[in-house]
């Protein structure tokens, strides 16, 4: 059985003084500077990042582009409608829907559904405050993933242990 890499990345924080819709929300001065924090922790601690699956929220795709900005070569990237707004079953079926070669996928995506996947399959509870990774195991196949078969390895807001 091979182990599978499951890095969630919860969007850095965004800016709400704007007026737009929720989807169109744009990152706060603040979160601007946590992303490239994310990434710097994912270009020290994650090599091998095979692909990015990131919800469409303008919040949650500038976070993607400003921490794959760290990485010595950014993975292939896709924009997946399902994972914004999704509960934790619903990113378990994104979870069960990804390539087999694929073997360390980042998640980047939206709270509650991100702490709530992380506990579904690990039983932790795992807060995932605005820029927070969680990375988490997965043996065998993705489509294999169901809950409780994975082991949460690390999580917080970087600097992550």
């Known amino acids: 059985m091979s182990e ?4 969630l990345l919860r969007h ?5 003084s704007g007026g737009e819709p929720d989807v169109a929300r744009p990152l706060a001065s603040r979160g601007r500077r946590q992303a490239p924090e994310a990434g710097r922790w994912l270009a020290a601690h994650a090599e091998g990042i095979d692909l990015a699956v ?3 929220a303008v919040r949650a795709s500038s976070t993607w582009a400003l921490a794959s ?3 010595d070569v950014a993975p292939s990237m896709r924009v997946d409608d399902r994972v914004y707004g999704a509960s934790d079953r619903g990113l ?3 979870v069960r829907d990804l390539p087999d070669d694929a073997h360390t996928v980042v998640l980047v995506g939206h709270n509650p559904g991100l702490e709530d996947l992380a506990a579904l399959l690990t039983g932790d509870l795992t807060p995932m405050p605005t820029s927070a990774l969680a990375v988490i195991t997965v043996s065998g196949s993705w489509s294999a993933a169901h809950p409780g078969s994975a082991v949460l390895v ?5 600097p992550v242990a």
């Open 54 to 56: 990131v919800s469409p």
């Open 12 to 16: 850095a924080k965004s800016d709400w």
């Open 154 to 158: 690390t999580a917080g807001r970087p």
């Open 4 to 7: 599978r890499r499951l890095i």
């Open 69 to 71: 900005a760290e990485l």
């Open 92 to 94: 378990l079926t994104v």
